[in-house]
């Protein structure tokens, strides 16, 4: 393995150049009969991709999409679950130089309306059964300013195109260049959600593939001989970054299961296909040693990592019986990416900064660092970690004067973490009030703002509380109008609201009715005391 601070400095050299152009990087410069994803149906069939077809279909995607007047700097949406047709669309967003704004598939029409409003998206693609979620209506609105794209075979409304017509365009066949935006430009805008407000928007400009990159090579330690999944879903970080775009910047094949988690489907895939290399959500580990009892032949990995929240011992020693390996936990965030990792022979926890990151704690008041064994605030020495990217969320001054010191010199993560004294990172508490549950970071802004639309409800407040599968569930406080009963009939209508209004991977399965909601004198809500209830 090279000198971790040369590879570091020569990815940023590539990356960060004027010519930097992501469809170079994520495609061409590869041997076009390498497979660059295989897609895997619930039945196991498979289908391969390799980088010469990529190639070709996004160049010819990305001259249709070009054609609609889509050029670099727009911001396209994507409705779109794993696979190739994903793959395909994304490089040819990339191709032109254009940003891609990831949509999860669980989203509900109203989540959906304010990621593509405060984006400003001028096409989204969708899946042919996301298509009901972009019709008017939930805040989506009649004459949008998008127009819409679909995996169907025919327009499914009135002025909607189809990939395949977008392909077949008459200047498809002129295989664009891609175009070189330098590595300053954003070619990712993904949405984080908060406590104290709608989700954020967080520009990725081009030279965070270095950082990207970074973790691949010496977190994920993927290499060319690994088989390599990643379960998390793209329209989320870690699924996004190091499922979709570092094995693409690598070279490496990776598999896109078109399926949603189900314990018995993942391990017949890590048996069948051979996979070498495994990371997934704390929630996959958690399941698969609920409901696992025997392990199938056939499978033999040698890395599993994780990321998202924390990974308790127990599971890890669960993971090292079963597979023979441990599961390593990764730390990062979506202004981030994975800047610190525990490797193998480690002493658990978030382990180290990876190389190009300087990863302390802080006081709890101050810019001192804390000394070992004090929980304080995790923050990243911006000027000693040449890999920091984010610079801040889009339209949102205020939340990013919040991420950063006053004098510059610190990223502020928000969360809280100890060291030990070998200095290892040892995880506390996450970003605000954020909710970590299946491997989705829920913020309760999102999932409040839906249940104040039920007409019974006067106030709520959601948190996380302790779950054995998903590490939280969603839990809410709900304060009733005068005159509305209580009742588990009304519970179950509110959790139908958030499913509606929101999302799906969101809804509370929690409820309690309450008088009032714990305050503080300022009249912020306690959720802290909600959760000790």
Known sequence: MSDPARQVRDWLTTYDAPTSAVGSLLCDRHPADAIAVTE??????????????LAQRSAALAAGMADLGVGAGDHVATLMGKGIDLTVTALAIWRLGAVHVPLFTAFAPSAIAFRLTHSGTRLVVCDADQRT???PGDDIPAEPSWEI?????????????????????????????PVATGGDAPFILVYTSGAAGPARGVPVPVRALAAFHTYHHYGLDVCAEDVFWNTADPAWTYGLYYGLVSPLLAGHRSLQLRAGFDPELTLDVLATFGVTNFAAAPTVYRTLRATVKTMPPGVDIR????AGEQVSPDVVEWARDAFGVGVLDHYGQPELGICAGDQPGGAGGAGRPLPGWSVTVLEPAGDEEAPPGTVGRVAVDIKDSPLMWFGGYRDSADATAMRFSPDGRW????????????GHLVFSARDEEAILSSGFRIGPYDVEAALLHHPAVAETAVYGVPDELRGQ???????????????D??????????????GAHAYPRQVTFVAQLPRSPSGKIRRSRLRDV
Request: net charge negative; proline share 7%.
């Open 133 to 135: 979620k972009l019709d």
């Open 303 to 306: 890395r599993l990592s994780s």
């Open 149 to 177: 794209a679909t995996t169907a075979p025919k327009p499914q409304r009135p002025g909607d195109h189809t990939l395949e017509s977008l392909a077949r365009s008459a200047s498809a066949a002129r295989s664009p260049a």
């Open 40 to 53: 895997i149906s619930p039945d196991l069939h498979s289908r391969d991709l390799t980088f010469g077809e």
């Open 411 to 422: 990223y502020l993560t928000g969360d809280t973490a100890f060291r030990d004294r070998d």
């Open 473 to 487: 569930a969603v839990a809410a406080s709900v304060v009733l109008r005068e005159g509305v009963a209580p009742g």
């Open 489 to 502: 009939d009304l519970a179950e209508e509110l959790r139908e609201t958030v499913r509606s209004r929101f």
